[in-house]
């Protein structure tokens, strides 16, 4: 093990070393032969910056391979230096996006044939097809994440190192010391690229970056210990991130009449920092995104069934969270004609994408309790009655849910504990109806164990998808609904109402973020899913912790004097007051008709 250890270790420490050596002499030289990227209006960096880190980590890997793997994977060393000089002229020269992308291709087709990749279906034309398309995509992906300061780097870093660990365990130690070589000469670079960055790699790194890995990872034996599972599901999941990053942005930038060769600040990155996020947190949850990947991808070989949920779990996450970046104040979809045309049948989509949310958790939900009745390991008759049982319990959610309307009225954005007790009657009729079919009318074998762990799966996981959306708001920043954070004072049912007509219609523009109280008995209470604090504990306090910027009092919540003592807290405080009144008066048009008379 220390041998193997040493083995990869080295090369590694040895190619970052050199790596960080050429940057730091390119961050010197670059400026005197004016070989930097220019500040512009659809980029994200704000002053004039080397784009040149592309050409130390291709020197560093060059120096490294020649040294550590002479002769290994040949054809993918001179298709990793073709990619590698094509981006070098496009830095220089700017090519055309036609132009990028023919030459893309003729280097790819040349490398998939020459380098023997090991074929996913038994039809040669195919296989060529996929390789070519899964090559040209990756690399392209990898050329679009590079667009704030590390976060290139840092996702190149993370896959190739999870590739190492994974090829060596299970022995692998040649392919795992090319991962290895690739990781340390990024992380070299990522020494200067890291924010503020001193230097970009530029098109000649990422397009590097995103070709190399790619096809390493075609030809790894890691991706075809299982035909479909392997060669398709693994590579999906080590690169989600880069592919859901230019999902993101191709299919807005289409719906918006866009090219998606077209710089813009409009990737998930961007959005991130616009909603309060800074450069480097938003880099370090695309980081995590793209850690999560890599960890679905390696449960494949040792955990098959629950990788597939995992999976699941994770693709709902990304969905969700692509409508979270993709609805953003700072980025309208009224812009975008395909979307401004369906804005009248907003509520018909939600309640069809709550639904078609709430399926996949039931489903999954099922599944994992099955896989956990049976540690991991189903006998083959299980999962023929899995394959029946999945589409009756989802089907019985169904009629459940129309039959239930109310489950549909939850809002995501605002999601809170009341609106999970509304999901445990369905749930719960939802998993005895199902059970009642299935072994009533279908005759399977449920095991009460698989009932009881599916019932309590079901309300977390539905649970846990629908509240996505309001987990992304609060932990992702404070500004992302671009209005007012409101504290509402009180804890009646008065307030309690006012909550519910913030949340309806926003009539306010504002976001209810707390509840306020004089009482300390109600301190740490829970309404509707948000939180009472006490104004016993310091108005200054509060507003520290929880960023609200106006507090909203309704009428007749209080005496006279408590709204006047509210008052004067927001004036010392230098908070927004606000009042609301909420009484029912009748229109006295018998007087006032009489008074006209």
């Given at each position: 093990?220390?041998?193997?250890?040493?083995?990869?270790?080295?090369?590694?420490?040895?190619?970052?070393?050199?790596?960080?050596?050429?940057?730091?002499?390119?961050?010197?030289?670059?400026?005197?032969?004016?070989?930097?990227?220019?500040?512009?209006?659809?980029?994200?960096?704000?002053?004039?910056?080397?784009?040149?880190?592309?050409?130390?980590?291709?020197?560093?890997?060059?120096?490294?391979?020649?040294?550590?793997?002479?002769?290994?994977?040949?054809?993918?060393?001179?298709?990793?230096?073709?990619?590698?000089?094509?981006?070098?002229?496009?830095?220089?020269?700017?090519?055309?996006?036609?132009?990028?992308?023919?030459?893309?291709?003729?280097?790819?087709?040349?490398?998939?044939?020459?380098?023997?990749?090991?074929?996913?279906?038994?039809?040669?034309?195919?296989?060529?097809?996929?390789?070519?398309?899964?090559?040209?995509?990756?690399?392209?992906?990898?050329?679009?994440?590079?667009?704030?300061?590390?976060?290139?780097?840092?996702?190149?870093?993370?896959?190739?190192?999870?590739?190492?660990?994974?090829?060596?365990?299970?022995?692998?130690?040649?392919?795992?010391?090319?991962?290895?070589?690739?990781?340390?000469?990024?992380?070299?670079?990522?020494?200067?690229?890291?924010?503020?960055?001193?230097?970009?790699?530029?098109?000649s790194g990422s397009m590097f970056a995103g070709f190399s890995l790619s096809v390493l990872t075609l030809v790894s034996p890691l991706a075809?210990?299982?035909?479909?599972?392997?060669?398709?599901?693994?590579?999906?999941?080590?690169?989600?991130?880069?592919?859901?990053?230019?999902?993101?942005?191709?299919?807005?930038?289409?719906?918006?009449?866009?090219?998606?060769?077209?710089?813009?600040?409009?990737?998930?990155?961007?959005?991130?920092?616009?909603?309060?996020?800074?450069?480097?947190?938003?880099?370090?949850?695309?980081?995590?995104?793209?850690?999560?990947?890599?960890?679905?991808?390696?449960?494949?070989?040792?955990?098959?069934?629950?990788?597939?949920?995992?999976?699941?779990?994770?693709?709902?996450?990304?969905?969700?969270?692509?409508?979270?970046?993709?609805?953003?104040?700072?980025?309208?979809?009224?812009?975008?004609?395909?979307?401004?045309?369906?804005?009248?049948?907003?509520?018909?989509?939600?309640?069809?994408?709550?639904?078609?949310?709430?399926?996949?958790?039931?489903?999954?939900?099922?599944?994992?309790?099955?896989?956990?009745?049976?540690?991991?390991?189903?006998?083959?008759?299980?999962?023929?009655?899995?394959?029946?049982?999945?589409?009756?319990?989802?089907?019985?959610?169904?009629?459940?849910?129309?039959?239930?309307?109310?489950?549909?009225?939850?809002?995501?954005?605002?999601?809170?504990?009341?609106?999970?007790?509304?999901?445990?009657?369905?749930?719960?009729?939802?998993?005895?109806?199902?059970?009642?079919?299935?072994?009533?009318?279908?005759?399977?074998?449920?095991?009460?164990?698989?009932?009881?762990?599916?019932?309590?799966?079901?309300?977390?996981?539905?649970?846990?998808?629908?509240?996505?959306?309001?987990?992304?708001?609060?932990?992702?920043?404070?500004?992302?609904?671009?209005?007012?954070?409101?504290?509402?004072?009180?804890?009646?049912?008065?307030?309690?109402?006012?909550?519910?007509?913030?949340?309806?219609?926003?009539?306010?523009?504002?976001?209810?973020?707390?509840?306020?109280?004089?009482?300390?008995?109600?301190?740490?209470?829970?309404?509707?899913?948000?939180?009472?604090?006490?104004?016993?504990?310091?108005?200054?306090?509060?507003?520290?912790?929880?960023?609200?910027?106006?507090?909203?009092?309704?009428?007749?919540?209080?005496?006279?004097?408590?709204?006047?003592?509210?008052?004067?807290?927001?004036?010392?405080?230098?908070?927004?007051?606000?009042?609301?009144?909420?009484?029912?008066?009748?229109?006295?048009?018998?007087?006032?008709?009489?008074?006209?008379?």
């Amino acid at each position: 093990m220390h041998d193997a250890i040493h083995f990869v270790l080295v090369p590694a420490t040895l190619t970052g070393v050199v790596s960080a050596v050429f940057t730091y002499i390119l961050i010197r030289v670059s400026p005197l032969l004016n070989l930097n990227a220019q500040p512009r209006s659809n980029r994200w960096h704000v002053r004039t910056t080397p784009n040149t880190g592309g050409i130390a980590v291709f020197g560093a890997c060059a120096v490294s391979y020649l040294f550590f793997t002479p002769a290994r994977y040949v054809p993918i060393a001179f298709g990793a230096l073709g990619m590698w000089l094509l981006g070098v002229i496009d830095d220089r020269t700017q090519l055309r996006p036609s132009q990028k992308i023919i030459s893309q291709a003729v280097i790819v087709l040349v490398t998939v044939l020459a380098s023997g990749i090991r074929p996913l279906t038994p039809w040669s034309l195919v296989n060529l097809l996929i390789g070519t398309v899964w090559i040209l995509g990756v690399t392209n992906a990898f050329n679009l994440i590079d667009n704030m300061d590390g976060l290139c780097a840092g996702v190149t870093i993370i896959i190739a190192v999870s590739q190492c660990l994974v090829l060596g365990l299970s022995g692998s130690f040649s392919d795992a010391r090319i991962f290895a070589i690739v990781a340390g000469a990024f992380c070299g670079f990522l020494v200067f690229n890291y924010n503020p960055a001193r230097i970009f790699m530029g098109d000649s790194g990422s397009m590097f970056a995103g070709f190399s890995l790619s096809v390493l990872t075609l030809v790894s034996p890691l991706a075809h210990n299982r035909l479909v599972a392997g060669g398709v599901f693994y590579p999906l999941m080590l690169f989600a991130y880069p592919l859901f990053d230019t999902a993101l942005v191709s299919v807005l930038r289409r719906l918006g009449g866009r090219p998606i060769s077209e710089g813009g600040r409009d990737h998930s990155s961007h959005r991130l920092v616009s909603i309060g996020l800074d450069e480097r947190h938003a880099t370090f949850f695309l980081w995590g995104l793209t850690l999560s990947g890599a960890i679905v991808g390696f449960l494949v070989s040792s955990m098959p069934l629950y990788a597939i949920a995992a999976a699941v779990v994770l693709i709902v996450f990304a969905t969700v969270l692509a409508i979270f970046l993709a609805t953003l104040p700072n980025y309208p979809l009224e812009l975008i004609p395909g979307i401004a045309c369906l804005s009248k049948w907003q509520p018909r989509i939600s309640a069809g994408l709550t639904l078609l949310v709430d399926c996949c958790g039931v489903g999954l939900a099922l599944f994992l309790a099955d896989i956990s009745r049976y540690d991991g390991h189903l006998p083959a008759s299980r999962f023929y009655q899995l394959s029946i049982a999945i589409p009756v319990t989802v089907l019985c959610y169904v009629v459940v849910a129309v039959t239930g309307r109310k489950i549909w009225r939850v809002s995501w954005t605002y999601f809170g504990l009341a609106d999970i007790l509304l999901l445990f009657r369905p749930l719960f009729v939802t998993t005895a109806l199902s059970f009642f079919v299935l072994t009533e009318f279908l005759h399977l074998t449920i095991p009460r164990g698989v009932v009881i762990i599916f019932a309590f799966l079901g309300i977390v996981l539905v649970a846990g998808m629908r509240s996505s959306l309001r987990i992304f708001r609060e932990l992702l920043g404070p500004n992302v609904d671009n209005s007012r954070r409101i504290a509402i004072f009180g804890t009646d049912a008065l307030a309690a109402s006012v909550l519910h007509l913030l949340r309806m219609t926003r009539f306010t523009s504002g976001v209810p973020v707390m509840f306020l109280s004089d009482d300390e008995a109600c301190k740490d209470k829970i309404i509707a899913g948000v939180r009472v604090y006490s104004i016993r504990d310091g108005i200054e306090h509060l507003q520290s912790q929880q960023r609200f910027s106006a507090i909203l009092y309704p009428e007749g919540s209080g005496t006279v004097q408590m709204k006047d003592v509210v008052r004067q807290m927001c004036r010392t405080a230098q908070l927004e007051f606000l009042s609301v009144d909420l009484q029912v008066r009748p229109e006295e048009i018998h007087d006032r008709m009489q008074s006209i008379v």
